[in-house]
């Protein structure tokens, strides 16, 4: 046995028999007759027995029901900024993260269409707990973060997931995607945690910022014109700003998993940042000391991410209507600003004074974040 092996991905010799032990599951003919309308059960049934890698699975099914969420789903997904990255290489990709499935599927759609190599990616053992869902991420080639430890487990488990990625990045030519923090944005507001870029460097011997050159960091900001789990958000954001603890329901991550994929979303933009480096010669100059290097690395990383998200209507129209302004009113019409109160209406209660505000501020605060870099807006 590995000891990777309680966290890692289907090697390709156990593909076949993973998708053979699926095949009569009710939640997989779900999602090949949505990614396949009108195909007969055995066509897509007969090509799942033929398949026995991730590649391959990625390539025939993963991509084509991504392909069939965003059309049914949102106005299309745009790109920028792959033109830097380079075929064949392995490269870190740190994400703001908003949506549990689609953040990370979009980004390897993306890479796909670019011929670039597509990621390994990190996810919540929380998120598949049920065998089925366990099984379908490792065969999407993720990797599992353990939640809900002790200090001294999550000690150990940060070792173990940097010395994977480590092997991943530098041994296997495989490209990661993780969050810049655990769990997805509720309030709008990405910001990198410190601890996610230091479980990173844990693995190495090396200088910080020098193993930080060597795996190849790109900040990547992705943004919904509409978040299709907005309302969905709300308990816990109100729990927070009232300092409760907010307990989820059983099927709470399922159904955000769902809502996420179906729910309507528009406009989606994937920005691929610069890949870091001579500012992490900068850092190293600057600080010997590996916590503050790794302070000076979290703000760059937030710098690249937030200067270079995508903002919608919908964001203007939401800073506008929260701060009582019509500053951006020239970014959105009359029309889409009525469309987006009546969405308001119909998934908040207006009464609610503290719920309305919080809904706008999630809105709101990608506009907010990139006013505090000049001429950024």
């Known amino acids: 046995m590995s000891k990777f092996d309680n966290i890692r991905p289907y090697y390709d010799a156990e593909v076949n028999q993973a998708l053979q032990a699926s095949l009569k599951h009710p939640m997989l003919k779900a999602m090949m007759n949505f990614a396949f309308p009108g195909v007969d059960d055995e066509v897509w049934k007969n090509q799942l027995r033929k398949t026995h890698s991730i590649r391959d699975f990625q390539c025939n099914f993963i991509y084509e029901t991504i392909q069939k969420v965003l059309e049914k789903s949102s106005e299309g997904l745009s790109t920028s900024g792959f033109e830097k990255l380079e075929k064949n290489t392995a490269y870190l990709f740190i994400s703001n993260h908003r949506d549990i499935i689609l953040d990370t599927s979009l980004l390897n759609a993306a890479l796909f269409e670019h011929e670039l190599v597509m990621t390994a990616s990190a996810i919540g053992d929380n998120l598949v707990k049920k065998d089925f869902l366990k099984s379908l991420s490792r065969l999407n080639r993720n990797f599992i973060v353990q939640r809900g430890l002790s200090p001294r487990e999550l000690l150990q488990s940060s070792h173990l997931m940097s010395e994977y990625i480590e092997r991943l990045l530098l041994h296997e030519n495989r490209s990661v995607w993780i969050a810049q923090r655990e769990g997805r944005t509720k309030d709008g507001n990405d910001a990198t945690n410190s601890g996610v870029l230091k479980m990173l460097t844990m693995a190495s011997n090396k200088d910080a910022m020098d193993y930080c050159k060597e795996i190849k960091i790109v900040p990547v900001s992705i943004s919904y014109e509409y978040d299709p789990t907005d309302a969905l958000k709300m308990p816990q954001l109100m729990a ?121 501020a999630m809105y709101a605060n990608p506009v907010v974040n990139k006013m505090k870099y000049n001429d950024a807006v």
């Open 240 to 360: 927070e700003a009232n300092q409760e603890t907010y307990v989820k329901s059983g099927n709470e991550d399922f159904q955000n998993i769902l809502s996420g994929i179906l729910g309507q979303k528009k406009r989606i933009h994937i920005h691929i940042g610069d890949i870091l480096d001579a500012e992490l010669d900068i850092i190293k100059e600057e600080f010997s000391n590996t916590n503050k290097q790794i302070q000076a690395l979290t703000q760059i990383v937030d710098e690249s991410i937030l200067k270079s998200y995508k903002l919608w209507t919908t964001n203007f129209i939401a800073y506008d209507i929260l701060y009582k302004t019509d500053e951006f009113s020239n970014h959105y019409t009359e029309n889409e600003k009525s469309l987006f109160e009546r969405r308001l209406e119909l998934k908040i209660d207006a009464k609610n004074t503290q719920m309305v505000e919080s809904f706008l």
